[in-house]
């Protein structure tokens, strides 16, 4: 199976083009500052390299989130339009299950990818090696972080991401006399490599309905249901078509 | 299947709260269009909320642009170009179109038109007769109000523009005032004809000679006004009070369009924009023009006043001929603009 693998999440931009397990192309920066500029040029390069048109390949993969929404939007727009105008599978991972995938551990090891959510909060999972597979065990989510801490108390942990040293000082506090590692710097940044071979297995999603995990509902719709509670799910339909 | 005798766009709209997509012969004839609003989600909070506008732009997107090809049959291998609106408008919106389309142009290897969201809004009136060249326009929408001098074809400078707040801006504002939800537009003008101007509410730099609009002034007259009979429990028409703010906006408005026309000759005035809809400037620039020798007024049909995809894809059209081509680093532009016009 030809995968085009796509990851636009956070600040990293990676793509690449997988032939089953194996790497045919791959781009990674960390320097794109806009990825509405960056992403197309860099996908176009990949496969000018694999010598692959557009339609040879059989599925699209793409960093689902959580992660920037602006990011994700343009990632996940992307991916949809080309698995709809090519007729291909589209798949969705967890950008966080992308860094856990690249930090090899074994099976007692509790990674844990973090993403800075901004005011002490982070978007964080828990992710195990099982017999060359890796599982989830504590969902994504969007979370402070001394709760996170909280949640993986008495694990051997290793943090994952370039994020991770902005909590330097509040790890040390949290989790004084546990067991904990930072993954080495190199593991930091997300391979589309590996989010293509996460995505390998996975089934095929509704192209039409499929929409980042941004793990947060507005805050403008937060506050809505603060002040009208009793709407809820009820309310709505907010989108008509003509 | 279809010769490529005509030229087929399809085309992209998400700079707002309309997710839309359209696919248009020659620039001339819609031949499918489907738009996603998403009014009713933001009526909640009283205004477009840009993030949750650019989540419900990535849910919408792709079910519009399958309605298009399952309502015409039609297939990539007939198009001619792909078209979206790169600017003005909020980025995140903007952003979810423009990676689409770049999308599809890529994995179908199609020419890329960048169009300006205002252009869409005067060629909107292509789709009730040809435009004329030299031509004005008169752009009024809830993000912009502004006079745009066409000398000739894929040829927009701007003459004069808003100080402050856009007019469709403004109804939502006073709008509020009076207790109407937003989208504010229609419900007024529907009032305003059931009231009287009796409140003659300033009428901005209506006098100054430039072609620039101000309509701050007059949202704080009319507020000022409601607020004062509040306090002292006076109970105003609201439909005088209406009335006599879309007097004020209609007055400024032609005031302003009927110098430039006088100072710029043209075949056509063009009217467009989501506020081209209110009767009452429609009436009032009928009747101006009508008095202006060789100036017809070519108006936008209703439906085609809003944001949508079928606009762009005739605007897009004119820039296709003309050239106008992005690569695959096109980006949104939120604050694009016309050049202004070189004097
Ligand atoms: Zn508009």
């Known amino acids: ?242 | 299947m279809n010769e490529k005798k005509d030229t087929i766009i399809l085309a992209f709209e998400s700079s707002c709260d309309e997710t839309s997509v359209a696919l248009v012969r020659n620039g001339a004839q819609v031949l499918a269009q489907s738009t996603a609003t998403q009014i009713q989600s933001h009526q909640r909070f009283g205004g477009v909320v840009p993030e949750v506008a650019s989540r419900h732009h990535i849910e919408q997107i792709i079910g519009c642009l399958d309605d298009v090809f399952q309502q015409t049959g039609l297939g990539y291998t007939d198009l001619a170009a792909v078209a979206v609106t790169y600017g003005p408008g909020l980025v995140g919106a903007l952003l979810v179109g423009v990676s689409a389309v770049k999308a599809v142009a890529f994995a179908h290897n199609l020419p890329l038109v960048p169009v300006n969201h205002m252009a869409g809004h005067i060629y909107a009136a292509r789709y009730t007769a040809p435009i004329e060249f030299p031509a004005m326009a008169l752009l009024v929408s809830g993000g912009h109000t502004e006079l745009v001098y066409m000398p000739q074809e894929n040829d927009y400078q701007i003459i004069g523009e808003t100080r402050d707040d856009a007019c469709g801006e403004a109804f939502d504002k006073i709008g509020r005032v009076l207790g109407i939800n937003y989208p504010a537009g229609k419900e007024i003008d529907e009032l305003a004809h059931q009231g009287k101007d009796t409140f003659n509410f300033p009428r901005a730099m209506e006098k100054e000679d430039n072609y620039d609009f101000s309509f701050s002034g007059l949202k704080s007259a009319f507020i000022n006004t409601v607020h004062h009979a509040d306090q002292i429990g006076t109970k105003l028409s609201h439909a005088d009070l209406a009335a006599s703010f879309e007097q004020s906006v209609v007055d400024v408005l032609a005031e302003k369009t009927v110098r430039a026309l006088h100072n710029f000759p043209v075949k056509q005035l063009i009217l467009a924009g989501g506020v081209a809809a209110n009767s009452g400037l429609r009436t009032r620039l009928e009747k101006e023009c009508a008095q202006i020798q060789g100036v017809d007024l070519l108006e936008a049909p209703l439906k085609y006043c809003g944001d949508n995809a079928a606009m762009i894809g005739a605007a897009g059209y004119v820039g296709f001929k003309h050239g106008n081509r992005a690569g695959m680093t096109l980006n949104a532009e939120p604050g694009l603009e016309f050049p202004w016009l070189s004097v």
């Not at chain 1, 500052?33 to 040879?56: R, Y």
Request: with cysteine.
């Open chain 1, 1 to 242: 199976m030809k995968i085009l693998a796509i990851d636009t999440s956070n600040r990293p931009l990676s793509v690449a083009l997988l032939e089953d397990q194996t790497l045919l192309a791959e781009n990674t920066t960390t320097v794109s500052k806009n990825h509405s500029v960056t992403l197309m040029p860099a996908i176009e390069e990949i496969f000018k390299q694999s010598q692959l048109k557009p339609e040879e390949i059989d599925r699209v993969v793409v960093a689902q989130g959580p992660g920037s929404y602006t990011g994700l939007r343009i990632g996940v727009t992307t991916a949809k339009t080309l698995a709809y105008s090519l007729n291909k599978e589209l798949v969705g991972v967890s950008s966080l299950a992308v860094l856990a995938k690249g930090v090899q551990a074994d099976a007692k090891t509790l990674l844990v990818p973090v993403f800075d959510a901004r005011r002490d909060n982070v978007f964080a999972g828990g992710y195990m090696w099982d017999d060359g597979q890796l599982k989830n065990v504590l969902p994504d989510q969007h979370i402070s972080f001394s709760k996170l801490c909280k949640q993986i108390m008495g694990k051997e942990v290793c943090f994952i991401g370039a994020d991770v040293a902005k909590f330097a000082n509040q790890l040390k506090e949290l989790m004084a006399g546990q067991d904990y590692r930072i993954a080495p710097a190199e593991s930091a940044v997300p391979r589309a490599f590996n989010l293509g071979t996460l995505g390998l297995l996975k089934e095929a999603e509704n192209v039409n309905d499929f929409v980042p995990r941004y793990l947060r509902i507005t805050q403008a719709e937060s506050q809505w249901l603060k002040r009208n509670p009793q709407e809820g799910k009820k309310h709505g339909p907010y989108v008509k078509k003509y």
